[in-house]
């Protein structure tokens, strides 16, 4: 298993955000942790990534202990956070966005290669490569996020709230680059996402957060046909094999 989380709990102060969490997520996977606004899941990612660290619990990272560790010592290691909100470098221009993601690769002289990697999957980076990076739409300072990590050469790559803020269409477009950054370089992606019914039709496997605490756990195909999921986490909706939505009256409590 290339991530292991194990009975991780985090405080902020007297709040504990996160209680007892174990999760796995498998080397070229693409796992999605799903659950409302104030579940856990961004404290989560934060605790792999070394930006809070973990009141008890474990987070192993291809068999090594990484909880407690500084942020960018995590990062050297291959676990790179895309944040919440994108927080690209506003008055930077896109290109020194970039660069800035491989400021601690020891081999930077394959950084060319993987611009030009880099602008194959957002070719809209390369129209804009002098622009600064506040100037850019929200879709665009997406990309350019997800970019400048991808240049940190990530072997685990977390993308808190990827969709936040974006249109469906340019969600639609973000998940699509997601899946085929994972089915090209093989990169394990763990993402956090609100937009339960693209991330069931994108991800593999999936954890559902609530109050702190994981309530369900699967595979994708199995979570998509609970009927808690369907009914509280896909808007009142379903995903069919064909990845369509099928909706349906929302309840009200989680059972």
């Known amino acids: ?21 174990s999760i796995d997520v498998a080397a070229c996977r693409i796992v999605t ?25 474990s987070v192993e990272f291809d068999g090594a202990a990484i909880h407690g560790l500084d942020p960018d010592v995590v990062a050297r290691r291959g676990v ?10 506003p008055f930077l221009s896109v290109r020194e966005n970039l660069m800035m993601g491989a400021i601690a690769r020891a081999d930077k002289s394959s950084a060319a290669a993987d611009l030009d990697r880099i602008f ?32 940190a050469q990530p072997r685990l790559l977390l993308l808190d709230e990827p969709s936040l803020g974006l249109s469906p269409l340019l969600t639609r477009e973000i998940f699509r680059i997601i899946a085929r ?35 369900a756990a699967g595979t994708c195909a199995e979570l998509a046909q ?13 995903v069919a094999d064909d990845g369509r939505v099928r909706r349906w009256k929302r309840r009200k409590t989680w059972r």
């Open 181 to 215: 950054i994972n089915a090209e370089t093989g990169t394990t992606i763990l993402v956090v996402e609100q937009n339960a019914a693209i991330a069931l039709a994108t991800a593999h496997d999936g954890y559902v957060m609530e109050l702190g605490r994981i309530v």
């Open 120 to 151: 194959g999957w957002f070719p809209r980076l390369s129209e804009r490569l002098d622009q600064q990076g506040g100037l850019l739409s929200g879709g665009e300072q997406q990309m350019l996020a997800i970019g400048r990590a991808l240049m």
């Open 33 to 57: 942790v799903l659950g409302a606004n104030g579940a856990g899941k961004t404290t989560l990612l934060k605790t792999i990534a070394g930006v809070v660290d973990p009141f008890k619990g």
């Open 1 to 21: 298993m290339l991530l292991s989380v194990r009975n991780v709990e985090t405080w902020y102060g007297p709040i504990n955000a996160i209680k007892g969490v």
């Open 80 to 89: 790179v956070l895309v944040p919440e909100g994108r927080q690209v470098f």
């Open 226 to 238: 609970k009927t808690d999921v369907q009914e509280f986490y896909l808007g009142s909706a379903t």
